[in-house]
């Protein structure tokens, strides 16, 4: 199956990378950041010599979108899909644009637009996009200077290339997911230096024989269409393009000048068949599932990454020593071992690796003490077949790891069982006893977090608890026959068969409602949705007379109150069978119990309720929640992050006599850049 990554569309992939040089945070605080110059060396494909050194008119890749730089270590500006190169006189000069056939966005041109560009803009182009391919491109297409532009053409549902110039230097190809596609169309093109077929489903590559020139080549090559793969004698590099239908890699012998060879994230299971490369001097395996290397001395090999592979011990021990000027890249913790090695600090943050506010970071703990570093990595032990990928989440809380006073690395926990660490190329799964003494280090040292063994055995607890719960409000034969229901309809006979009088049914419910620990998956778990449900069926009159109660009373018990406070919750929405005034009159008892409660996590749930109370008091509780002013009107203290993430959510609706004490809370913070910006916007939108 394919990497559920590369299904993701190829218009939103592009459109994140063509602006990876900025945050694409809040939009407005990042349009000078996107439209910023970028200089720096990019990564290149060498079309002419042995790709030592960049050339002007080797191939720069940036992001999906690849053109020639006309230099070396270009300048780029960027406008949306058009992409400028700037000068050494900071003259600029249009190098790539991006076209998209039908809907556009605001990183693609409209067709419209590109195809009334002057002909000599497009011959003077580097680099070409089309998201997306219309026969009426076909004129843009003849107007480029093939020898100087990069073409880089996602087809669609079509199942043949486009009629492309002849002399043709660079070209990247697409299918939509695993389309067909016919590449007969390149038969022609004996001048390429550099092709690259993504997401394509490709049973002919027969028609690559007429490159003898070709260098570069990234092809999903699946073992059945192997056997039509050409002799390519001067291919230097060749690339899987991470398609774990790549099986299969025999046919590289192919390929007699290959110097690099990149399979990483595919099926691959045997490497033998790069003995038989000469020259070959890279292999990067990384994340597949390598059971077989090469035998014998490979004299010109000097970097293999097998990162999560399956080799057997004596035969990874007998190619390191047949190969002792190979770099071999074949442990993680071995990798983490040399990053770490001479670390004498520590320091346990909140927040993770990427999107970083530090202003509004805490450090939870530091210490200088050996004893404690030891302690801290042996903790780490990790999966490494099982590591693939990466959680799109920056992760936290982060590890510090010192050298004197700077940082030399850090990690961050994502989840309970992985972490993060750049030296890595995903990140590293922990073993469940790893991710169970990583989680009770860092919940001993400041922050509470649990592994997912530690969550999944206590919700068994918790389920065990709520079962025995139910079986004492039900007794245990109905107890059991709750759980045994096969419908909501079948539950609420049962209850009503157990309490026939009204109000004691409708406090039965609310008890049981409040009763949803464990996981969600389980019979018992399903008897608290099954009683959320049937409070709704309740008499309305009797269901609201019964909540107001019960949440008005100094005598319901704390369990009581707390269950009639969520079904509150549960039954404000648009399709309540309660009226608005008794929704109204249930508002302000239920949210006080929820802002009372000493937690951030059951306080914003009163939101969900003071929201849709539009009244001074509703805007006054919603204000008791934040930080009290001084004489000054300014906090004593300086919010947290969660204090502001509220306080947006209440200037949202407050009343307008409250924002200065809001925009009081902005100005003592300490991150002005992230939720005190949004603050402050979004109470100036108030107050026009």
Not at 279 to 290: E, F, G, K, Q, S
Not at 458 to 468: I, Q
Not at 499 to 525: H, K, M, N, Q, S
């Amino acid at each position: 199956m394919r990497d559920t990554a590369r299904t993701v569309s190829r218009c939103v992939v592009a459109v994140a990378l063509l602006f990876a040089a900025g945050s694409v945070g809040a939009a407005a605080h990042a349009q000078d950041t996107a439209a910023a110059e970028v200089a720096r060396t990019l990564p290149f494909k060498a079309t002419e010599g042995d790709g030592a050194a960049p050339r002007p008119d080797d191939v720069m890749e940036l992001g999906v979108l690849l053109f020639r730089g006309s230099s070396p270590t270009p300048t780029f500006h960027f406008e949306g899909p058009r992409v400028y190169e700037i000068g050494a006189d900071g003259a600029r000069s249009l190098v790539a644009l991006r076209v998209r056939d039908g809907k556009v966005s605001a990183a693609l041109m409209p067709p419209d637009e590109a195809l009334a560009l002057p002909p000599d803009l497009l011959a003077g182009l580097r680099g070409i996009s089309f998201d997306g391919w219309s026969e009426r491109f076909a004129p843009m297409l003849r107007r480029i200077n093939p020898r100087r532009c990069v073409v880089d053409i996602a087809v669609g549902l079509h199942r043949r290339l486009p009629p492309l110039p002849d002399g043709l230097r660079a070209l990247r190809v697409e299918a939509f997911l695993d389309a067909p596609i016919d590449l007969s169309g390149l038969a022609s093109q004996g001048g390429l230096r550099l092709l690259i077929v993504g997401r394509a489903n490709v049973t002919d590559w027969s028609p690559l024989s007429g490159m003898p020139g070709l260098l570069h080549l990234e092809a999903p090559v699946t073992a059945r269409a192997a056997s039509t793969v050409p002799t390519l004698p001067a291919l230097r590099t060749f690339s899987a393009g991470h398609d774990d239908d790549v099986t299969d890699v025999a046919f590289l012998a192919r390929f007699p000048a290959l110097v690099e060879a990149d399979l990483r994230g595919t099926g691959v299971t045997d490497l033998s068949p790069i003995e038989r490369l000469q020259h070959i001097r890279r292999v990067l395996a990384t994340n597949t599932d390598v059971t077989t290397l090469p035998s014998g001395t490979l004299p010109s090999l000097r970097t293999l990454s097998i990162l999560g592979h399956g080799v057997p011990p004596e035969a990874l021990r007998a190619f390191l020593r047949a190969n002792p000027r190979c770099a071999t890249e074949h442990s993680w913790m071995a990798l983490l071992d040399a990053g770490v090695a001479g670390i004498d600090g520590l320091r346990l943050r909140t927040g993770g690796m990427c999107h970083r506010s530090p202003l509004e970071e805490d450090t939870l703990f530091e210490t200088r003490a050996p004893d404690e570093l030891r302690a801290f990595l042996a903790t780490i032990a990790i999966d490494e077949p099982a590591s693939r990928g990466m959680c799109t989440c920056c992760g936290g809380p982060t590890i510090e790891l010192l050298r004197g006073d700077e940082v030399a690395t850090s990690l961050s926990l994502h989840h309970g069982q992985t972490l993060r660490w750049r030296g890595w190329p995903a990140d590293g799964r922990l073993t469940p006893d790893a991710a169970d003494a990583l989680c009770a280090w860092i919940s001993a040292h400041g922050k509470a977090i649990v592994s997912p063994r530690q969550a999944s055995a206590r919700a068994a607890v918790e389920a065990t608890e709520r079962d025995a719960a139910q079986d004492r409000l039900l007794g245990a034969e109905r107890g059991a026959a709750a759980r045994a229901c096969a419908d909501d309809a079948a539950f609420a006979t049962l209850v009503c068969a157990a309490e026939p009088d009204t109000g004691r049914r409708i406090v039965l419910l609310l008890r049981l409602a409040d009763l949803a620990g464990g996981t969600a998956d389980t019979a018992g778990a399903r008897v608290a949705g099954r009683a959320r449900a049937a409070l709704r069926g309740e008499d309305p009159r009797r269901l609201g007379a019964v909540l107001l109660a019960t949440l008005t009373s100094a005598e319901s018990p704390d369990d009581l109150l707390r269950a009639a406070a969520k079904a509150v919750i549960g039954l404000d929405d648009d399709d309540s069978p309660l009226p608005a005034e008794t929704l109204t009159a249930l508002r302000l008892p239920a949210a006080r119990l929820f802002v009372a409660a000493d937690d951030a996590d059951v306080r914003s749930r009163a939101l969900w309720l003071l929201e849709r109370q539009d009244s001074p008091e509703a805007d006054a509780l919603a204000m008791s929640m934040l930080p009290v002013p001084g004489e000054d009107g300014v906090p004593g203290t300086q919010p947290t992050r969660d204090e502001l993430e509220l306080a947006l959510e209440i200037a949202r609706f407050c009343a307008q006599a409250d924002l200065p004490r809001l925009r009081a809370l902005v100005a003592a913070s300490r991150a002005p850049e992230s939720w005190s910006w949004q603050l402050e916007r979004t109470i100036e939108r108030r107050e026009r």
